[in-house]
């Protein structure tokens, strides 16, 4: 495969001062999942979440415009590993893939968000985006 149109991943990495289960559950839960959320100049976010392997989610994340996510979920093992795909305008409405890990590290957790299957454009913004995810869902689970 030619290297300039190979598919992006994404790593991002943030350590929680919170349980592996209640990070876990805070990526299945649509009320949990509309507060933390919010990445970059988002002002609010619905969430629809069917929590099973086979159910699918809807994220519509709105700011200055409206920016839909769907998916699918692939893996559901509580508290260690959630894997769903993602298809938004960010990825040109094509298949890419989400896995997060719930690292435990002493009373913290690490949560590490890995995108694969990006358009090499959106490389930056996701990683601009999980970011701030991630430091939301700290602001909102830590302590």
């Known amino acids: 495969m030619n290297a300039a149109i190979a598919p992006a991943t ?11 289960e209640d990070l876990f559950d805070a990526w299945l839960d649509p ?8 990445p970059g100049g988002i002002k609010k976010t619905t969430a629809k979440v069917d929590p099973r392997v086979g159910g699918r989610y809807e994220i519509v994340m709105q700011g200055d415009s409206t920016f839909p996510h769907t ?4 893996v559901i093992d509580r508290p260690k590993r959630l894997v769903f ?3 938004s305008n960010g990825t040109e409405q094509r298949e890419s893939l989400v896995t ?4 435990r590290t002493g009373r913290q957790t690490e949560v590490v968000v890995t995108h694969e299957q990006l358009p090499q ?3 930056t913004s996701h990683t601009n985006g999980w970011t701030s995810a991630l430091e939301h869902l700290d602001e909102q689970y830590a302590g």
């Open 10 to 20: 994404v790593v991002v990495r943030r350590t929680i001062a919170a349980s592996a």
């Open 31 to 38: 009320e949990a999942l509309a507060i933390w959320m919010r």
């Open 71 to 74: 998916g699918e979920y692939r």
């Open 85 to 87: 795909t993602w298809i």
């Open 100 to 103: 997060v890990d719930f690292l």
């Open 121 to 123: 454009s959106q490389r």
